[in-house]
């Protein structure tokens, strides 16, 4: 209920469990799931492989391989029993833990008791509907995206749309998967999101994944740390509910300010704006990402080249990378 807070004590030992959130906080007492550290500053360890589930858990998804559970170590999501269209998380906080290895070639124990394997296509945090969620003092490696944020037009209104999510002061790394560009540290499709504080390493060797992949209408990038990619950022057009986000005036600026970029570019672009359909859809180029790039005061790192990509349509406002 509103106000709750669950503290996890560091432990030598890592959790092995996962998490499902569908409460309702309120902004003078959200809900918080928190870290407690040990004497030495570390963060209590949520640890997917060989985890399992409380039983019973009240995932959705269940008539579907139970595909919600393989998806996340935290997931915020309704409940199997709440309404479809109506049941909506909002006002949470999850901060100060670390969470590792949720991906394939490791398996857990579901809430029905059975050994599953984690989906292809998953997030060491899942955020599948809900508002005002902020993730803040996290270290988040291992997983196949780090942190996954979506919405969806399924004929749901708002309920399928997550709003107002705010991504702060983690450090996120060696996610993603080898030869794979459809896995990232941070993937987000959402309505008014900011990222800021933030240090995003390396993902694993030879992805090709991106930094922050961000679907998002609203969308503040500051004062971030981001250590290579393909692209550093991918800032492309809303995907699966383009028909909701064409509704929004915050399709227009996008912010991008203070941050550090360290690219070789020979490698990839630090920042790539507009749209990645290529063309396989007729309506394409009228729902990239539209309005403009307010991209201002970043500090280049190591990169080769500094050229950045951006396609037709969009207005580009100043983008100054500062001395080297």
Avoid at 2 to 31: E, K, Q, W
Avoid at 79 to 103: C, F, H, M, V
Avoid at 155 to 166: F, N, V, W, Y
Wanted: net charge neutral.
């Amino acid at each position: 209920m509103a106000g709750d807070t669950v503290r996890i004590f560091y432990s030598a030992t890592p959790y092995r469990g996962h998490i499902l959130l569908a409460a309702n906080g309120t902004a003078s007492a959200p809900v918080r799931v928190c870290g407690v550290k040990g004497t030495n500053g570390e963060r209590p360890i949520i640890d997917g492989q060989n985890a399992v589930a409380r039983k019973g858990l009240a995932y959705t998804g269940a008539s579907s391989g139970n595909i919600q559970e393989t998806r996340a170590l935290i997931m915020v999501d309704r409940l199997n029993t709440q309404s479809w269209s109506a049941a909506y998380p909002t006002y949470i906080q999850i901060d100060g833990l670390e969470l590792r290895n949720a991906k394939p070639g490791y398996t857990f124990t579901n809430s029905l008791g059975g050994v599953q394997a984690y989906d292809s296509f998953g997030a060491c945090l899942w955020v599948e509907r809900g508002a005002n969620i902020t993730i803040a003092d996290n270290v988040i490696h291992d997983c196949t995206n780090g942190i996954y944020t979506r919405s969806v037009d399924v004929g749901a209104g708002m309920s399928t749309i997550t709003q107002d999510i705010r991504i702060a002061g983690n450090y996120i790394y060696s996610n993603g998967a080898a030869n794979d560009m459809f896995l990232h540290n941070i993937y987000a499709e959402s309505l008014r999101i900011t990222y800021e504080f933030n240090r995003l390493g390396p993902l694993v060797p030879t992805s090709q994944g991106i930094g922050i992949k961000d679907r998002s209408l609203g969308t503040v990038i500051r004062y971030n740390h981001i250590t290579e990619g393909a692209h550093s950022m991918d800032l492309v057009e809303p995907e699966d509910w383009s028909a909701t986000a064409a509704t929004f005036s915050q399709y227009a600026p996008t912010y991008v300010y203070g941050n550090v970029i360290v690219k070789n570019g020979d490698t990839g672009s630090p920042i790539h704006y507009g749209g990645d359909h290529m063309g396989s859809e007729a309506s394409d180029h009228q729902r990239r990402r539209r309005g403009h790039l307010a991209a201002y005061a970043q500090r280049r790192g190591s990169w080769l080249d500094n050229g950045w990509h951006h396609q037709p349509g969009q207005e580009l406002h100043p983008f100054d990378l500062g001395p080297g």
